[in-house]
Antibody, heavy 121, light 107 residues
Framework: QLQLQESGPGLVKPSETLSLTCTVF??????????WDWIRQPPGKGLEWIGS???????HYNPSLKGRVTISVDTSKKKFSLKLSSVTAADTAVYYC?????????????WGQGTLVTVSS | DIQMTQSPSSLSASVGDRVTITCRASQSISNYLNWYQQKPGKAPKLLIY???SLQSGVPSRFSGSGSGTDFTLTISSLQPEDFATYYCQQSYSNPYTFGQGTKLEIK
């Protein structure tokens, strides 16, 4: 059964770059049927889609993040990564990685357990 | 961006009750609508995809319906483990957007 696990620093200073990695266990990251996505949830709030990566390297990002996001994939290590630059307190959130179905209805399943990133000096 | 609005934002119900949560899209999204359940401190879990298809392993008391702009998630007979927050998500167009959530609490 496919599982995802996020890793990375839990504390980032304002104006710096947030970097997280998601490792895929129990399945292939190179499947043509899926995309690999990041989603975040500020404490006590709702869910915001950040962006996605296809195994071939094609990526799509939420315009609301104004060009601060980069998602990359390392198929040999079965990992994909998120970088979010120029962070502020508003970027404090639980960050989830998830697999997105590419058949057309684009649901997210499964999800990683999430990792809390706090932006503070 | 397509805005997703859920109602109610919170709901109190008892074990055994039938509960319906509504999700409305700001424009027609056909049946490109998915539902998730989230429990405190946990990641969301997929319940329903394509508006009405039950994800494998999800109890049959959960059902979804709707198309266009109006959708519903129904739990036919609430169980203690169903008290959680529920989110809808549109997959019609980028960026994918979620409803604000409906918190289902024990009465």
């Amino acid at each position: 059964q496919l599982q995802l696990q996020e890793s990375g620093p839990g504390l980032v200073k304002p104006s710096e770059t947030l970097s997280l990695t998601c490792t895929v266990f129990g399945g292939s990251i190179s499947s043509s049927s899926y995309y690999w996505d990041w989603i975040r949830q500020p404490p006590g709030k709702g869910l915001e889609w950040i962006g996605s990566m296809y195994y071939s390297g094609n990526s799509h990002y939420n315009p609301s993040l104004k060009g601060r996001v980069t998602i990359s994939v390392d198929t040999s290590k079965k990992k994909f990564s998120l970088k979010l630059s120029s962070v502020t307190a508003a970027d404090t959130a639980v960050y989830y990685c998830a697999r997105r179905d590419g058949s057309g209805y684009d649901w997210f399943d499964p999800w990683g357990q999430g990792t809390l990133v706090t932006v503070s000096s | 961006d397509i805005q997703m609005t859920q109602s109610p934002s919170s709901l109190s119900a008892s074990v055994g009750d039938r509960v319906t949560i509504t999700c409305r899209a700001s424009q027609s999204i056909s049946n490109y609508l998915n539902w998730y359940q989230q429990k405190p401190g946990k990641a969301p879990k997929l319940l329903i995809y394509a508006a009405s298809s039950l994800q494998s392993g999800v109890p049959s008391r959960f059902s979804g319906s709707g198309s266009g702009t109006d959708f519903t998630l129904t739990i036919s007979s609430l169980q203690p483990e169903d008290f959680a927050t529920y989110y809808c998500q549109q997959s019609y167009s980028n960026p994918y957007t979620f409803g604000q959530g409906t918190k289902l609490e024990i009465k």
